[in-house]
């Protein structure tokens, strides 16, 4: 009997055959990553929601009053800008500030969320100056974004101290 076909047999079983792990480490699943909401909902707070406060810029709707209805806040501190959004507090960074500058705030000004999915952009228009260092906003549009959605919200407020 010949043995021509021993050595292809031998290849073929050793190209079926699996390695064999030596590691009796046991696999783990990757971490679920954190996406960007699908929509957006701007919801209002109280200032006793915030984590900060003081001087700075609130915002709200103008078929609001101020009186905790607030959709905005913007500290002197750096990441002091809060907003609710999808019925989470969130805090952002400023990355740009432009335009008029009054306490620390300016006329236009883009933040960008601590988890990097959403972006703000503040555009108002300052008003009369109050009685206690504060200058009102009588208008002024504030625009909220992520890779999927786009909201944008006529908003009215004040800046001061």
């Not at 959709?71 to 969130?90: A, T, V």
């Not at 008003?127 to 909220?144: A, F, M, N, Q, Y």
Request: one cysteine or more; hydrophobic letters at 35%; charged letters at 15%.
């Amino acid at each position: 009997m010949k043995k021509r076909f021993a050595l292809p047999l031998l290849l073929l079983l050793a190209s079926c055959s699996r390695p064999i792990a030596l590691d009796n480490t046991p696999s783990v699943s990757p971490t679920p990553s954190i996406t960007a909401p699908a929509s957006i909902t701007v919801d209002e707070f109280s200032l006793s929601q915030i984590s900060g406060g003081g001087c700075g810029m609130t915002l709200w709707r103008p078929d609001r009053t101020a009186n905790d209805r607030f959709i905005f806040f913007n500290g002197l501190q750096p990441q002091s800008m809060e907003m609710r959004i999808n019925g989470q507090m969130m805090q952002f960074d400023r990355i740009q500030a432009s335009g008029t500058e009054i306490y620390g705030q300016s006329t236009s000004q883009i933040f960008r969320s601590q988890n990097g999915f959403i972006t703000v952009q503040v555009n108002v228009t300052l008003g009369k100056r109050g009685e206690i260092e504060t200058v009102d906003i009588p208008e002024g549009s504030l625009r909220v974004l992520t890779d999927d959605s786009e909201i944008t919200i006529p908003v009215v407020g004040n800046a001061g101290c």
